[in-house]
């Protein structure tokens, strides 16, 4: 090879060197957060429920499924059920409690809120109490990142039914990543609390 063209190749090779250091070199750095993966929210949409086996209303997602939970003979004043979303992985858990021992189901339903004390951060609570429809109840967010069940609630009309509800999602809790699907959820059950009837 001629030294003239060693020494085109080497003062290009240099251009190139030189182009791309000033190139890849910045200034500043920033480091970005962690990422996510990108879960894709149905469109908000509600239908009716209303079934002759139980003694209530309320509005439920369409992208959501009412699913009966067979009675057991030693509650024989007890109904169970799920409202299952999919796509979203996710469960609330009903009971219905007629004629209860409003003080017991109470009870009960601090001792559920308690077990998630020991992973909680804090716990807001809102009350329902709305004397013409004869309901009247809470909604509780737990929160904190371990936290299994970020929603629990009750409602009832001080007499013949007591209703208790919870949030799981199917996945190892991670309430931080899943942040957006809680929020999105949220939004239904404050629709059933406000929407609930008893018959």
Same mark, same amino acid.
């Given at each position: 090879?001629?030294?003239?063209?060693?020494?085109?190749? $080497?003062?290009?090779? +240099?251009?190139?060197?030189?182009?791309?250091?000033?190139?890849?070199?910045?200034?500043?750095?920033?480091?970005?957060?962690?990422?996510?993966?990108?879960?894709?929210?149905?469109?908000?949409?509600?239908?009716?429920?209303?079934?002759?086996?139980?003694?209530?209303?309320?509005?439920?997602?369409?992208?959501?499924?009412?699913?009966?939970?067979?009675?057991?003979?030693?509650?024989?004043? =007890?109904?169970? $059920?799920?409202?299952?979303?999919?796509?979203?992985?996710?469960?609330?858990?009903?009971?219905?409690?007629?004629?209860?021992?409003?003080?017991?189901?109470?009870?009960? =339903?601090? %001792?559920?809120?308690?077990?998630?004390?020991? /992973?909680?951060? @804090?716990?807001?609570?809102?009350?329902?109490?709305?004397?013409?429809?004869? /309901?009247?109840?809470?909604?509780?967010?737990?929160?904190?990142?371990?936290?299994?069940?970020?929603?629990?609630?009750? %409602? =009832?009309?001080?007499? %013949?039914?007591?209703?208790? @509800?919870?949030?799981?999602?199917? +996945?190892?809790?991670?309430?931080?990543?899943? $942040?957006?699907?809680?929020?999105?959820?949220?939004?239904?059950?404050?629709?059933?609390?406000?929407?609930?009837?008893?018959?």
């Amino acid at each position: 090879m001629k030294l003239s063209s060693w020494l085109k190749m $080497a003062g290009f090779l +240099c251009i190139v060197f030189v182009t791309v250091l000033s190139i890849s070199c910045r200034e500043t750095y920033t480091p970005k957060p962690r990422a996510y993966m990108r879960i894709a929210m149905p469109e908000k949409a509600y239908r009716d429920f209303d079934s002759t086996a139980y003694p209530f209303t309320f509005r439920i997602p369409v992208y959501a499924q009412f699913i009966p939970v067979p009675a057991k003979e030693e509650y024989p004043n =007890t109904q169970w $059920a799920d409202i299952r979303i999919p796509g979203l992985n996710a469960k609330i858990y009903l009971s219905h409690i007629y004629k209860p021992d409003i003080d017991s189901c109470l009870t009960s =339903t601090l %001792l559920f809120i308690q077990r998630h004390m020991s /992973k909680a951060t @804090g716990v807001d609570e809102w009350e329902t109490n709305n004397p013409e429809e004869h /309901k009247f109840g809470y909604l509780y967010h737990i929160k904190g990142k371990d936290v299994a069940s970020p929603y629990q609630f009750y %409602l =009832t009309d001080s007499n %013949l039914h007591f209703i208790r @509800g919870s949030l799981y999602i199917n +996945c190892v809790p991670n309430n931080d990543s899943l $942040a957006p699907v809680i929020e999105f959820l949220r939004t239904d059950i404050d629709t059933l609390l406000q929407s609930w009837a008893w018959k």
